[in-house]
């Protein structure tokens, strides 16, 4: 199978959404994310077809059941080599830290999303998570990326969102959160957090913390600062950002003491805002 080839594995993960949709629509799907000729396009379903990768009837599109067994087979074998045995990250012990440096937000959020994974499949519906960012920046620089990742999360347990600013974008993306499923999202303008370039995640007695350089966090500061509306927000200069190059550092603790006190700053911080009316998200207290 030829997993990681940009055009198939687009065109899979498309069908695998979408399924039973003309030639004309799918194209319009990958196009956004692997741009391609219509004409060419065509000539790439009739190869498909002929593999018996997607099958067509009656002028729509599906996955060949053959491909979906083999999809199958390939989770079980996934599921089986590294399901039962998570992360090393879980094998931390109280006191002990993991830091992972990239040159790029981007390189780094691979490693966060890895091992935010692991710590929620390790607890599962036992805790929940919360996440702060003094902006929503994941959700607008990578939106379907980080939307299907939090919602991901919120198949295997709670997670509540909080941002420490109430600028337009700020509001925008905590909606956005709410809609990923967050069982609470938050723009509050009341948090002792820091409100440029910080991001902090609990799930049980782990602490995800990243601190932006400051040559990222002052472009992305210009963003939240100055947009009014969403017709004025350049998704795709804004995940520029993302691949700028920079020292990014995450650092992954267990630590309960500090966890706990983490935990307990989103409670005050929540109960501050709903006073203030910034609520966003959905109405159950924490």
């Known amino acids: 199978m030829q997993i990681f080839e940009p ?5 899979i993960h498309k069908l695998i959404a979408h399924k039973g949709i003309s ?4 194209h319009k799907l990958v196009n956004k994310e692997v741009p391609i000729s219509l004409p060419n396009f065509y000539k790439v379903i009739e190869k498909l ?6 099958i067509k009837e009656k002028g729509k599109l599906y996955l060949h059941n053959r491909r979906i067994l083999g999809v199958l087979d390939l989770a079980d074998e996934l599921k089986a080599t590294y399901s039962t045995e998570l992360s090393n990250v879980t094998q931390l012990l109280e006191g002990q830290s993991i830091i992972h440096e990239a040159n790029s ?3 780094l959020d691979v490693i966060r999303a890895d091992w935010e994974l692991s710590i929620n499949r390790l607890y599962g519906e036992k ?7 003094s902006h929503p920046y994941y959700i607008l620089g990578a939106k379907e990326t980080e939307f299907s990742f939090r919602q991901q999360v919120a198949k295997m347990s709670t997670f509540y969102y909080l941002c420490a600013n109430t600028k337009f974008l700020d509001i925008y993306g905590a909606k956005l959160y709410a809609k990923a499923g967050a069982t609470k999202s938050l723009a509050s303008d009341h948090t002792p957090f820091l409100k440029e370039g ?14 932006y350089p400051a040559e990222i966090s002052d472009y992305f500061k210009i963003f939240f600062d100055t947009i009014k509306e969403l017709k004025d927000f350049n998704a795709d200069l ?20 500090q966890a706990q006190m983490t935990k307990q700053i989103f409670h005050e911080a929540y109960k501050k805002a709903e006073k203030c009316h910034r609520l966003t998200g959905m109405p159950p207290q924490l």
């Open 238 to 257: 804004f995940h520029r950002i993302f691949e700028m190059k920079a020292n990014c550092k995450l650092t992954l603790r267990r630590d309960k003491a």
């Open 23 to 26: 030639t004309q629509s799918l």
């Open 198 to 211: 910080y991001c902090i995640t609990v799930v049980g007695d782990f602490v995800f913390e990243v601190l």
């Open 7 to 11: 055009l198939q594995d687009t065109i």
């Open 105 to 107: 937000i981007k390189a």
């Open 49 to 54: 077809i002929t593999k018996r990768v997607i």
């Open 127 to 133: 805790e929940p998570s919360y996440m702060f960012h």
